[in-house]
């Protein structure tokens, strides 16, 4: 009776609009009645008001109207949504939500972006011509170096890679041009254009240095300039040079190797400018790095005391692999070597070591590499020669020093002794005319040269080595050429 009471009973106009439709709002503000499925009840549109605020019931304009009150939803407003299962909700949700081909254009671009922005195309930049003198690595990779920088590193030196080294059969220190593209910012050659100035495949066909037939310098290389250079004519006649000699100048200190070096090298220059010469100054003090290039017209490569040991060796490897491409190619070239001495110390310093040391400091396996360098000198019977002057320290308060003397001593096919003695009373060219020579110094001279000179060396030898020098001075004087001097003997 009390549920039949309670439907029955019929309010006022005023109070049926404001009592089922406050709730109505309420129901609505709060997403409506019940269990709703995901994404119902936005988007609804705001009930009518009157002027007082209360909501109208847009179905009985007039008032209330008799029977039942229906809490309905007023016209215009979504209904809400009755409670369903628990499992038709994921279908409701998914007929609810919006499709694939109903999405807006801006979401299908971004579903698929490779397909909306366009493929940058990679840059090609143009080749450019390039020059340098090819270094080998150990693995096999090579670089470009300028002869300007003494062969060491630099940053803009050119890549060449190993393939491109195996294709054209390049050897180290061979002068190449070829084609150069920037890639991960360093140049990399991709052609080879010419090697020593022929095509690549004409070059591969040399002889190896290792190849070539040595015989024993046969062509003198006459130093005498003037009459009153009596250096260079001293040493024509007591030691004379032949292209391929391996020459060896053993000095204490301050007795004049490095000036000897210097005049020898402007006698070989006005003399034999076909020769090619190469200065090779190691641990040097770098004001004689500098004299020597402006007082020499060659090849001055240095790496001065200053700097660090392994800079020494590679300058002196690039310096000697690019000779031995030259006299591949047919052509003389001298190397004149300060000092191979400090040399070998460089060596010493940075070759692993060998477990056994020798007296003095040094490491067995240390004077392997100086003693190939200095070997490297011959003359070859296809053409070409390789001579290496180099200066030995002796006298230094060293034991190294002596030790590596006597590795080199029976190394040489020619060799100067300075005396110290004779530098101390100011007589200069300070040389041991009794201990200096050329091994077979007979294919130097001419059958009519070669009797003079050893009578003359006869006479020499039973005088000190002061009075040998001062005697054999002043008769240069006496004449304008050796020739003259020889005949009058």
Do not use: W
């Not at 084609?179 to 066909?205: F, H, M």
């Not at 402007?266 to 004689?288: F, G, K, S, W």
Request: glycine content about 8%.
């Amino acid at each position: 009776m009390n549920g039949n009471a309670n439907a029955n009973v019929q309010f006022g106009p005023g109070q049926e609009a404001q009592g089922g439709g406050r709730r109505r709002f309420r129901r609505n503000r709060r997403g409506g009645r019940g269990r709703r499925g995901k994404g119902q009840g936005q988007g609804q549109v705001a009930p009518p008001l009157d002027a007082q605020g209360r909501i109208l019931d847009v179905e009985n304009d007039g008032g209330a109207q008799e029977g039942p009150v229906e809490e309905g939803p007023a016209e215009g407003t979504p209904q809400p949504a009755e409670a369903q299962p628990a499992g038709d909700a994921p279908a409701q949700a998914v007929e609810g939500a919006p499709q694939q081909q109903n999405r807006p254009p801006q979401q299908q671009q971004h579903r698929h972006p490779q397909q909306q922005r366009p493929q940058q195309q990679p840059r090609h930049e143009p080749a450019q011509p390039v020059e340098g003198v090819l270094d080998v690595d150990h693995r096999g990779n090579g670089r470009l170096r300028n002869p300007k920088y003494n062969f060491l590193p630099q940053q803009d030196d050119v890549d060449v890679p190993r393939h491109i080294i195996d294709r054209d059969r390049l050897r180290a220190g061979v002068m190449l041009t070829g084609q150069a593209v920037r890639r991960n910012g360093r140049l990399q050659l991709i052609k080879t254009d010419s090697v020593e100035g022929l095509p690549p495949q004409d070059a591969a066909r040399r002889t190896a240095f290792q190849n070539l037939t040595v015989v024993d310098p046969d062509d003198r290389v006459v130093l005498e300039t003037t009459s009153k250079e009596l250096l260079t004519r001293v040493i024509d006649i007591v030691a004379p040079i032949g292209l391929g000699q391996r020459m060896l100048i053993v000095a204490p200190p301050k007795t004049g190797k490095t000036i000897m070096l210097q005049k020898i090298c402007h006698a070989i220059t006005q003399n034999r400018p076909e020769v090619q010469q190469m200065v090779l100054l190691v641990d040097e003090r770098p004001e004689e790095v500098t004299d020597f290039r402006r007082t020499v017209k060659a090849d001055v490569f240095a790496s001065s005391s200053d700097r660090p040991t392994d800079e020494h060796i590679h300058v002196a490897e690039v310096v000697l692999e690019r000779a031995k491409r030259l006299v591949e190619g047919g052509k003389d070239v001298v190397i004149l070597l300060d000092s191979i001495t400090r040399l070998s110390r460089a060596y010493n310093k940075e070759v692993e070591s060998s477990g056994r040391t020798l007296s003095g400091g040094i490491d067995s396996r240390a004077l392997e590499r100086p003693k190939r360098f200095f070997g490297a000198a011959r003359n070859a019977e296809e053409g070409g020669s390789l001579t290496i002057v180099a200066t030995a320290l002796i006298d230094t308060g060293s034991r190294m020093d002596e030790v590596i003397f006597e590795e080199f001593k029976g190394t040489g096919n020619s060799e100067i002794n300075l005396d110290r003695q004779l530098a101390e009373k100011r007589i200069f060219p300070a040389i041991n005319i009794q201990t200096s020579g050329t091994r077979k110094e007979e294919k130097l001279f001419s059958q009519h040269e070669y009797e003079k000179v050893k009578k003359l060396r006869g006479a020499l030898f039973a005088l000190k080595p002061v009075e040998a020098m001062e005697r054999l001075l002043k008769s240069l004087n006496e004449f304008k050429s050796n020739a003259e001097f020889l005949d009058a003997i």
